[in-house]
């Protein structure tokens, strides 16, 4: 699984997506691009843009990166159906460059959250998802300002009926309550994916959960899902999706 992982300045979960890729994962080729680059490179399988305050997120979250040289690249991939993950900073990052619909703003409660959240799978028909069982709950981390995700209605209505929320904010036993909901999102949407299904963004954190000495090993299930798709791709046969 040829990876990238885009670098910003202000990245500072680029190296948490090196390791959890490259070392947890055990996936070689996986390599940092910097924003200043024009090009990710030829025959890519998936790009990351990893989490962090991009540009110091002046103006609005991911409003700057977005004109990053590479994303011009990044963004010539997506449109001709290459793998893209969005992790919180890069969520924004995709939902500025058109690739997600959808803004993410200020946290309802006006306050930076960091803790642990729990994540519901509500579409494990995927390319990031096909290692998770329907229903699935896992434990991830969040730390955002902005990560409220909120779109005009039919934006929502349009996602939920396609079903692109891949994940929301639930009780450990997956009921989906306000009270699970750290930042606000509408309908407690934690990620979404694009029509096509080859993009998704999500707020959490899995590259900070793929060890159990962090608190969590659940965010593997992210990346062995990517790979278990290519690796499927790859040999020819139906894809694990």
């Known amino acids: ?46 790009v990351i843009l990893p989490g962090g305050f991009s540009y110091g997120d002046y103006l609005r979250t991911g409003a700057i990166a977005r004109f990053s040289p590479v994303m011009k690249d990044v963004i010539r991939f997506a449109n001709d159906g290459g793998t893209v ?13 058109g690739l997600l619909p959808g803004v993410l703003i200020r946290n ?28 699935e709950v896992i434990k991830i981390p969040i730390a955002h300002g902005e990560g409220l995700y909120m779109a005009d209605p039919h934006v929502i209505d349009e996602l939920e009926a396609n079903k692109q929320v891949v994940f929301r904010y639930s009780s450990e036993s997956g009921e989906i309550v306000t009270e699970a909901n750290p930042n606000g999102s509408v309908n407690n949407i934690a990620g979404i994916i694009n029509k096509e299904g080859n993009v998704m963004g999500m707020m959490p954190h899995p590259e900070r959960a ?31 999706v």
């Not at 948490?16 to 030829?42: C, L, P, Q, R, Y």
């Not at 993950?85 to 500025?96: A, K, R, S, Y």
Request: charged share 25%; proline share 2%; glycine share 6%.
């Open 85 to 97: 993950i969005g992790i919180c900073n890069g969520f924004q990052v995709l939902c500025e460059s």
């Open 210 to 240: 793929c060890e159990a000495i962090l608190g969590s090993a659940d965010g593997r299930k992210i990346f062995s899902s990517l790979m278990r798709h290519f690796e499927f791709a790859k040999s020819g046969k139906m894809a694990a």
């Open 1 to 46: 699984m040829k990876t990238r992982i885009i670098v910003f300045p202000g990245s500072n979960c680029d190296h948490d997506a090196m390791n959890s890729v490259k070392d947890v994962m055990h996936n070689a080729d996986t390599e940092f691009i910097w924003h200043k680059d024009e090009s990710i490179g030829k025959n890519v399988d998936l």
């Open 108 to 135: 309802e409660a006006l306050k930076f959250r960091c803790k642990w959240v729990n994540l519901r799978s509500e579409n494990t028909d995927t390319i990031f998802t096909n290692s998770l069982l329907p229903g």
